[in-house]
């Protein structure tokens, strides 16, 4: 921002008048916070040959190159996901868009009693964005 009195009909102000304007520096702070956003499963429990249940995932902030997130369970034999990855490009919008995932309860015939599994998403990778690396 620069500043200079135009014209003034203020002999007091006359003194200050200059050719020079006079420079104030503003620092404008980044608000941003690079981050993945895991939405809640609309359910903590799956049920064997039950219903599917689903979550969502976005980031936080926009990526300068296409950022990838693999999804996956830790135990295959009680529940899959679909999709298996998620992709979000660096076009300015897609990276604050929800993108679901499913989870997919197995069924068997093991009388195993309530197993508890867990949901896995890895640390966002990208080709070169230097913060989602």
Partial sequence: VEVAVASTSDPG???LMSDTPKAVDIVNSDDDTPGVTVGIPTA???QENGP????TIK???DPSDAVTISVSSSDATEALVF???VVFASDGFSWAIEQTVT???QDDDDIDG???YTILT???TSASDVVYP
Avoid: G
């Fill in 59 to 61: 980031l936080d902030t």
């Fill in 83 to 85: 999709p298996t990855s």
């Fill in 44 to 46: 903590a429990r799956t």
């Fill in 52 to 55: 599917n249940e689903t979550f």
């Fill in 114 to 116: 309530d197993v508890v």
């Fill in 13 to 15: 102000y006359h003194a």
């Fill in 122 to 124: 890895s640390t966002p």
């Fill in 103 to 105: 989870i997919m309860p």
